[in-house]
């Protein structure tokens, strides 16, 4: 359901901000936002070809359980852009406030890519491209991440004005930031609840050892003057 629910919050904000207020994301939905553009391609099409065509790339660095999550979340993404196409604008009129469109964006993006990556996928292959571009060029992760996100903001110039460029980045800055967030959320907390837990049994057993050892020597000595 996570997932689901996911592709459902990503795909409603690259339909009905992303593509109506003219700003864009990094990465493989950047890329969507661009071939749409040019080739009048629907994205519902654009997202499965772009994803298969990551996987394929890293099919040698990725695990099968990441696969099958990764496929559902891109069916499933496919099939709710096709389905906010289908229906009228939600959110009207973005094109005269990129400032609120960026933020909104970015916070729907941010959201939904974090809730299918804390499930074990990915919405869209950016994940497998940036671990195939670490690996063939021996770079750390996050650096390819960047390069990617940055060629496909490049290219987005060529139909997007510089202006609302600055906005896209605000939109790539918001949704990084929530996708680390909500892949996170709660779990750092239950790793400290855990190892507090674990001091406290250890001190609890450490306690026993002692007091055994106690007993046995009193019980020694006890024998000793007999």
């Keep these: 359901m996570g997932i689901v629910a996911g592709t459902a919050i990503v795909s409603f904000g690259i339909q009905n901000i992303h593509q109506q207020a003219d700003i864009t994301e990094g990465g493989v939905l950047g890329m969507i ?3 749409s553009h040019w080739f009048n391609i629907s994205p519902a099409v654009l997202s499965p070809v772009l994803d298969i065509l990551c996987y394929v790339l890293a099919f040698r660095y990725i695990s099968r359980d990441f696969i099958r999550l990764s496929i559902i979340a891109t069916i ?3 099939g709710f852009l096709k389905l906010w196409g289908m ?3 939600q959110l009207p009129g973005m094109l005269l406030h990129p400032l609120i469109a960026a933020l909104a964006g970015g916070a729907l993006v941010g959201i939904g890519v974090g809730m299918v990556i804390r499930q074990g996928g990915s919405c869209g292959g950016d994940d497998a491209l940036a671990l195939s571009i670490s690996k063939a060029f021996k770079w750390r992760t996050a650096r390819a991440y960047l390069c ?8 987005s110039i060529s139909y997007i004005p510089i202006q609302r460029i600055a906005f896209s980045m605000i939109t790539v800055t918001v949704s990084s930031y929530l996708v680390d967030f909500v892949q996170n959320a709660g779990r750092r907390e239950k790793l400290e609840t855990t190892a507090k837990n674990i001091s406290v049994r250890n001190s609890d057993i450490s306690e026993k050892s002692e007091n055994k050892r106690m007993v046995n020597v009193y019980a020694h000595q006890e024998n000793g003057s007999y």
């Design 87 to 89: 229906l009228p604008l």
């Design 148 to 155: 990617t996100d940055i060629i496909v903001l490049l290219l």
């Design 33 to 35: 936002l661009l071939l």
């Design 76 to 78: 499933s993404f496919a």
